[in-house]
């Protein structure tokens, strides 16, 4: 655990949350800023940087998306869609430097990029 990261300090208990859904090697819960109707944050539980660190270790990144997908199912995302998105370094705006799949959904998310 990484005592200055604030994912793990969400992990490790000390910063309260409203989880949905947890497994051996992840927890998932809701956003405290949401951006969608359903705007849910999956993490590791082990401390990975960002998607290229996660990605060095594949069974990692393995329960990472297989938790964001039993969100989405648990949030009943699948029939109207959702989006799952990992922002990683400056140009994406990454805020919080311990990786995490943000699933968004419960209404239309519109176009993939503000920027196009
Ligand atoms: P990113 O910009 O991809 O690093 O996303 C960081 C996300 O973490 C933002 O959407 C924040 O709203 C969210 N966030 C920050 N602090 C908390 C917290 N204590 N509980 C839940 N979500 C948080
Ligand atoms: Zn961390």
Do not use: W
Not at 40 to 61: E, G, N, Q, R, S
Not at 62 to 68: G, Q, R
């Amino acid at each position: 655990m990484d005592t200055e990261c604030l994912f793990c300090r969400i992990v490790a208990g000390e910063i309260p949350t409203t989880v949905v859904h947890e497994t051996d090697t992840t927890i998932a819960f809701r956003d405290i800023d949401p951006k969608a109707a359903v705007h849910v944050l999956v993490i590791p539980k082990t401390h990975y940087p960002d998607i290229v660190a996660l990605a060095a270790d594949p069974a990692a990144a393995a329960d990472v998306l297989a938790a964001s997908a039993a969100v989405a199912e648990a949030e009943g995302l699948t029939a109207d869609g959702f989006r799952v998105l990992f922002n990683t370094g400056p140009y994406a705006g990454q805020e919080v430097f311990h990786v995490h799949a943000h699933v968004l959904g419960g209404e239309p998310l519109g176009p993939m990029l503000a920027i196009r």
